[in-house]
């Protein structure tokens, strides 16, 4: 199941201690989550505020995919939005059909 997320982290925080918590998380094997693919996993230049795409293969992997940094430094993450995310040329139909079924 894919999913999109958009995230800030705390622009106040060192670069040295983010990158001492991916670090961290690289060398115990926890990052990348078991069952978790990230397509894309992009931040912006200027401050501190992302986007990522993720393949995970269950629920527990997504929460163990997010939870992790949030553990690992609590404060690092201002705010994180998550949803499963699907290609628009198949959400469309969909949008239509149930459409019609609402309004008839």
Same mark, same amino acid.
């Given at each position: @199941?894919?999913?999109i997320s958009y995230w800030e982290l705390n622009p +106040?925080? +060192?670069p040295t201690e983010i990158a001492e918590v991916a670090q961290e998380l690289i060398s115990k094997k926890i990052y990348p989550a078991k069952g978790i693919n990230d397509i894309v996993?992009?931040? &912006? =230049?200027s401050d501190y505020w992302g986007i990522s795409l993720t393949e995970a293969e269950s629920e527990e992997a997504m929460v $163990? &995919? =997010?939870n992790m940094? $949030?553990?690992a430094r609590p404060g690092m993450i201002k705010f994180v939005k998550t949803s499963p995310a @699907?290609?628009?040329a198949k959400v469309l139909p969909i949008l239509m059909k149930l459409k019609k079924e609402v309004k008839g």
């Open positions: @199941m894919l999913f +106040d925080l +060192d996993f992009h931040v &912006s =230049t $163990r &995919s =997010t940094w $949030r553990i @699907m290609e628009v």
